[in-house]
Nanobody
Framework: QVQLVESGGGLVQAGGSLRLSCAASGRTLSTNGMGWFRQAPGKEREFVAGFTRSGESTYFPDSEKSRFTISGNRARSTINLQINSLKPEDTAVYYC????????????WGQGTQVTVSS
């Protein structure tokens, strides 16, 4: 069974930076997609950034590429998310997730890490 564990969340002032990390255990996810989602209070969970099964990086929306940077080591099944110039609206629980090996559906989820940005 695949387990995903996030770390790096916390309380940050607006304008600051955070680096979130996620490590997978149970099986190597070198051929899976891995990504980050977030869910703000009262809102639906949304995709932030990730790697597709072919290793291509993707961001949503594309305009956030200037503040979000995705990195990782597929062989070690780790993925990181660097967030710069944090805004209060970035406050959310950030989830690490992974797809199956055979589709782009995210089927494995971490417990989430809280990011709170104060103004």
């Amino acid at each position: 069974q695949v387990q995903l564990v996030e770390s790096g969340g916390g309380l940050v002032q607006a304008g600051g930076s955070l680096r979130l990390s996620c490590a997978a255990s149970g099986r190597t996810l070198s051929t899976n997609g891995m990504g980050w989602f977030r869910q703000a209070p009262g809102k639906e969970r949304e995709f932030v950034a990730g790697f597709t099964r072919s290793g291509e990086s993707t961001y949503f929306p594309d305009s956030e590429k200037s503040r979000f940077t995705i990195s990782g080591n597929r062989a070690r099944s780790t993925i990181n998310l660097q967030i710069n110039s944090l805004k209060p609206e970035d406050t959310a629980v950030y989830y690490c997730a992974a797809t199956s090996r055979f589709s782009d559906e995210y089927v494995y989820w971490g417990q989430g890490t809280q990011v709170t940005v104060s103004s």
